[in-house]
């Protein structure tokens, strides 16, 4: 039998059930889940990250939950160096370690490592922005592609965080991202590793969406953001993300309650396309439907424990 620790991973767009799936596994395996959710790390930060609920994390120990509060900083590395311990602990109790969540980077890294990348520069990045102001929107997007036009095609225009730091990168390596990231390959996984990816026909994960979005306002959405924005400011980086920045609009006066409702619902259906679009190129994924292959699933997993 492998050296190598075992450990299921649950992935898959937003509003596809990963949790309910994982909690559903737990029935039958001894399974402690681990959250790879960007925003599910930040404490008060509940309705909206669609966090497990207190009664599920007191059925199924959670772990990465509510580890940082939400004006702190959190990386991709910051997680990696939280998440390998946590593994390894659940594997020392004889427990199946679950990473359950729809952060493709987190479970990406978390599996096969991160390229050897050079740390920030905060000189260097604030130049780079001041950069961006001075020389107009999009003109370090366009710098980019000129020096990395592949990192660039993976990049949204407008996203300009991940456009400073493939450029930062270029800056103090000398070397573009692509080229580093291709080095790479995440190749030495670390893990023994059996994927899920909870599938859905694309207008009922649709439906899906558009009728969390409703539990979610009906849970108290509004009334989580406005505590927070009372605790730290409207600026506050966590609020910028789907669903917060969407309310922050409302309660500023900028957009009626309707208009905020369908933007969330409509920006969160394009998100969860862009996560399809992530999952399915992994090849080593085996898409479920979670309420018809629960036999599929059983012998997946028993097959590879006993491997």
Known sequence: MSQKKSILVVCGPTGSGKTSFALSLAEKYPLEIISADSRQVYRQMDIGTAKPTVEEQAAVPHHMIDLIDPDQEFSVAAFNES???????????????????????????????????????????????????????????????????????????????????????YELSGRKLSELKAEHRFSDQKYRVLKFGLQWRREDLYSRIDAR????????LVAEVRGLVESYSFDLKALKTLGYREVVRFLKGEISERQMIEDIQKLTRHYAKRQLTWFTKDPEIIWVDSSTESGKVIQSIDNFILR
């Not at 978390?110 to 050897?116: F, Q, S, T």
């Not at 780079?128 to 366009?142: D, M, N």
């Not at 979005?213 to 108290?220: I, Q, R, S, V, W």
Request: glycine share 10%; with cysteine.
């Open 83 to 169: 998440a390998h311990p946590v593994i390894e602990s659940i594997a020392k109790r004889g427990h199946l370690p679950c990473v359950v969540g729809g952060t493709g980077l987190y479970i990406k890294t978390l599996l096969g490592g991160m390229a050897d990348l050079p740390s920030g520069d905060e000189e260097l990045r604030c130049r780079l922005h001041t950069k961006e102001q001075t020389q107009g929107e999009g003109s370090l997007y366009r710098e980019l592609q000129k020096v990395d036009p592949e990192t660039a095609a993976q990049i949204h225009p407008h996203n300009l965080i991940r456009t400073v730091r493939a450029l930062e990168v």
């Open 213 to 220: 979005t409703d539990e979610m306002l009906a849970a108290g």
